[in-house]
């Protein structure tokens, strides 16, 4: 009878710990004492970012940037611990809807590896393109429930890898630039900020489902294999310059392609913007591109595909010669210089303001192009 007990307390004690994980019941904190408290309790977790120990407050964190503030004072506690914490603040509150981390601060914030951002914070502050998260140098997590509007460098250079924006409208210059994410998934954003991912090397995937235009330098030197943003309209300057993994896009809304926009994307091999008017100059120069489908195209640019040796296949509109070649000229009063540059590798230039030429699909065989009989 005696084991029967023992065992049905064994069952009891294992039901309620896997009651607790299910419910997920965790300690809340409303005071900075007992977080102080807490923390020097702790003998065998913290010591690294890589086993931190977990942190749910409800507070009011006050004016942020007020050294008396509660934010400031968590942070303090946090740094005199000296051990590494996720910090999930969803429950707690301040003044107004925007968070200003207090970024001139460095008191405590090396400490906390995870971040989840306070429920009613709708904008993270930008001021004068300042890292709004400087300090934050071990924070690889970080989300906000609400938030709609990422300003201009919130999250620049960080250590970032996980992030979570499910409400965000609006992304700023310079927001997640540099960091080491390897998603990006915003189902509610129209316009992504200039350089707003710009070097994030272990980006692999993006959804933009909404997104109608790409800022300049946006997706530069990513790790992207494959895109694809059904309603955006404009692509900004270099907006995947040097993606060097990317093999195919898909821009089927798109009319206007900036200036090296997918410059030196040596695997990009196809692209779909059969809605494009406007290509910028060396938009595609140096890229993998094996065909290229541009019906309503009528302004390409300088050396739009200069160095596209894999091109093979070319669908083209009603274009002028001036689409297919570019004269630069200097004149000084000793000398007048003058540099050609070439649309489109090859003879096409030749063949298509040809009497054959116009609209329609060219191939290349050997070194020469052809014109298939079919015309737009």
Not at 72 to 97: A, E, F, H, R
Not at 275 to 284: D, H, Q
Not at 315 to 340: C, D, K, P
Request: hydrophobic content about 40%; some cysteine.
């Amino acid at each position: 009878m005696t084991k029967m007990i023992k065992h049905g307390t064994k069952l009891a004690i294992l039901a309620l710990f896997t009651l607790i994980i299910l419910t997920g019941c965790t300690r809340v904190f409303t005071d900075i004492d007992k977080i102080s408290s807490y923390l020097s309790s702790q003998k065998k977790r913290g010591a690294s970012a890589d086993d931190p120990i977990h942190l749910v407050v409800k507070i009011n964190l006050q004016n942020t940037a007020d050294e008396e503030s509660n934010w400031q004072k968590l942070l303090k506690t946090i740094n005199t611990s000296g051990l590494y914490v996720t910090l999930d603040l969803s429950s707690s509150t301040m003044p107004g809807t925007e968070l200003n981390p207090a970024p001139a601060v460095n008191t405590g914030k090396k400490f906390v590896v995870s971040l989840i951002l306070p429920d009613t914070t709708e904008t993270i502050a930008g001021v004068n393109n300042l890292v709004m998260f400087r300090h934050f140098e071990n924070l690889t997590s970080v989300s906000a429930k609400n938030v709609k509007i990422i300003s201009v460098a919130a999250f620049r250079d960080l250590k970032l890898t996980s992030i979570s924006f499910p409400a965000a409208t609006e992304i700023g210059l310079n927001a997640f630039y540099g960091t080491a994410i390897t998603e990006a998934s915003f189902p509610n954003v129209a316009v992504i900020g200039s350089g707003a991912f710009f070097g994030c090397s272990q980006l692999v995937s993006v959804d933009f489902p909404v997104a109608t235009e790409i800022g300049n330098t946006a997706f530069a030197r990513t790790a992207l294999t494959t895109v694809s943003f059904p309603l955006v309209k404009n692509i900004g300057a270099e907006a995947f310059v040097n993606s060097a993994t990317l093999t195919s896009a898909s821009f089927p809304a798109a009319t206007s392609i900036g200036n090296n926009a997918f410059a030196e994307c040596k695997a990009l091999k196809s692209i779909e913007i059969p809605l494009v008017e406007t290509i910028g100059n060396w938009a595609f120069s140096g890229s993998g591109l094996e065909s290229i489908d541009i019906p309503l195209a009528t302004s390409i640019g300088t050396s739009a595909f200069w160095g596209c040796n894999d091109l093979a296949t070319v669908t083209l509109g009603t274009l002028t010669s001036a689409n297919f070649i570019r004269v630069v000229r200097s004149s000084y009063w000793w000398q007048e210089t003058q540099t050609t540059y070439i649309t489109f590798p090859g003879n096409l230039r030749q063949v298509y303001l040809g009497d054959d030429g116009g609209p329609g699909t060219y191939v290349k065989e050997g070194d020469s192009w052809t014109k298939l009989g079919t015309t737009l």
